[in-house]
């Protein structure tokens, strides 16, 4: 057996509340895929930032290779060859992706007094890099122009140029598609081959099927025990997670749809950079329909969105909500009007993220009553709603309503949002990407919410790259592909397959 090269010995962290990692034993072998799994706020990411230096254990010893080591900063973890990919990345939008990669570490070219950081030679090992292990970036681009799946290969890049040989992923594959999902699983199996080790932060179980070789399972801090996974089934791993058995089949009765809620015609949306990424769309939705939009990302399913909520103007076309056209309508007056909305990033257009939950809570509704009573905000109001969906929602919190959004996992930041839209009582919910970054027991709720929507007659749009999620949920799907939509049918009459080749574009 392989000489374990991290041990982690009855590691406890605690935080204000809660006890996010609780005795936890642990010890990774050189050259596995280790996969670390457990619920939201499980302490996976906790006890992982632990060995990247980011949090000092309140308890408990760290051995790298043997030897007892005391972490105080992510440098200190780099010195030992310990790289990290977080969930959400940690790049600066307007550096270019050399001076990212080499940010704290820049190389320094003197001739005589003078001395100046060395980026030529940096990009060109860099591009080596990026090419050795199928990476392939231009090290010029500014990261504010890439895609979030090339901006994932420059965090990766950001370890390997530091020499790591202990690679830590946080949730990696949330916000890809499944071709880039693909792509990303092969490399770690690349740098596996390489020699690397691997640890894996993930809620996917089918991924770790795939490329892991034992996984540790946490439930609310503590360590449930190490499985290999070959013989572990999906269904029992996530048993564990969840502390229970999960129930995987989506209960969706057939029944008849009401009248038309929204009914967009013909509209078209140019981003910022005045390209069209919305060409003449049209579709309805429906009371007691689930109207899914599929396509690879950036196709124009999250514009469409975005334009019907009121984040972007359109250019031309129709937006009627329960027969009133809205398309000039602050996002304000649309919200009143009855539309309530999940966006794809939680953490930039769903909470202020520096405000505590119970005001995220409220902060749609916060100027209504009961929250505000002739211009007074009543903070019992506050405090009775919060308590009312932190219970209701399983939404987990160390400081209860008062904790800082920040703070909370990511999952239970998403938890918070669809709470807070589902409590608006609107009659059109627009959920983009609704689970990404759930546990398999919040996916199942959070599939069994929208379905209680549907069935109390409300108009879902669903936005998902998920396609089993989609195939699963819709009533209707519409397939989107360089912001057309080039079919729309009853989901019933779709095979998976068929719509993975519609969003690829091809229409025969």
């Given amino acids: 057996m392989t000489e374990p090269i991290v ?68 440098k200190d973890a780099a010195a030992l060859n310990i790289g990290m990919v977080h969930q959400h990345f940690k ?13 704290g570490d820049e190389p320094v070219k003197r001739f005589g007094p003078f001395s100046w950081v060395d980026l030529k030679s940096a990009s060109a090992r860099i591009r080596d890099l990026s090419l050795e292990y199928g990476l392939e970036v231009n090290p010029n681009d500014k990261i504010q122009d890439l895609q979030v799946s090339t901006q994932q290969r420059v965090e990766i890049l950001k370890m390997l140029y530091r020499d790591a040989e202990i690679l830590i992923f946080d949730e990696p594959t949330s916000v890809l598609t499944p071709q880039e ?46 499985y290999d996974v070959a013989t572990t089934t999906t269904q029992r791993m996530a048993n564990l997670m969840v502390g229970k058995e999960v129930d995987f089949t989506v209960d969706k009765a057939d029944h008849d749809f009401g009248e038309v809620v929204l009914d967009i015609s013909n509209i078209t949306v140019y981003n910022d950079l005045k390209v069209k990424v919305v060409d003449d769309v049209s579709l309805q939705v429906r009371r007691g329909e689930i109207m899914a939009i599929a396509g690879v990302s950036g196709n124009g399913q999250v514009d469409i969105a975005d334009a019907i909520a009121g984040l972007q103007n359109i250019s031309a076309g129709s ?41 995220n809570l409220a902060i749609k509704t916060f100027d209504r009553e009961p929250f505000s009573k002739k211009g007074v905000l009543q903070p019992d109001a506050f ?9 209701r929602y399983d939404i987990r919190s160390g400081q209860g309503s008062l904790t ?19 409590e608006l009582d609107s009659d059109l919910l627009i959920f983009v990407q609704p689970t990404r970054g ?54 019933r009459n779709l095979t998976k397959e068929e719509v993975g080749q519609y969003m690829m574009g091809v229409t025969q």
Wanted: hydrophobic residues 40%; glycine residues 8%; negative net charge.
């Fill in 7 to 74: 041990e982690l010995r009855n590691i406890t962290k605690r935080f204000p509340g809660i006890v996010a990692n609780d005795n936890v034993t642990l010890d990774i072998r050189k050259g596995e895929i280790f996969a670390l799994l457990g619920e939201n706020g499980a302490g996976k990411s906790t006890l992982m930032s632990i060995l990247f230096g980011m949090y000092e254990p309140d308890e408990g010893q760290i051995f790298v290779r043997g030897k007892e080591v005391h972490l105080t900063s992510s």
């Fill in 319 to 359: 937006i009627i909500l329960n027969g009133e056209e809205i398309s000039r309508l602050s996002i304000k007056e649309r919200i009143a009007k009855g539309i309530s909305y999940i966006p794809e990033d939680r953490q930039k257009e769903g909470l202020v993220m520096d405000l505590n939950l119970k005001d």
């Fill in 91 to 103: 790049l600066v939008s307007n550096y270019t992706i050399t001076e990212n990669i080499v940010l």
């Fill in 438 to 491: 759930l546990d398999v027991g919040a996916i199942a709720n959070i599939h069994q919410q929208i379905l209680e929507q549907r069935d109390m007659g409300k108009a879902i749009l669903l936005v998902s790259l998920e396609l089993d999620e989609v195939m699963a949920l819709a009533d209707t799907i519409s397939v989107v592909f360089r912001g057309q939509i080039l079919k729309t049918d009853d989901a």
């Fill in 404 to 422: 800082i959004t920040r703070s909370m996992s990511g999952g239970n930041q998403q938890k918070a949002i669809i709470a807070r839209e589902v």
């Fill in 383 to 391: 405090e009775k709603q919060a308590e009312d969906l932190i219970e």
């Fill in 181 to 226: 999902i693909d792509y990303l699983l092969g490399i770690m199996e690349e740098l596996r081959a390489g020699g690397k080790t691997i640890i894996l932060i993930t809620h996917k179980l089918e991924e770790i099927k795939r490329v892991a070789d034992r996984c540790g399972i946490l439930l609310r801090g503590r360590l449930v025990g190490v």
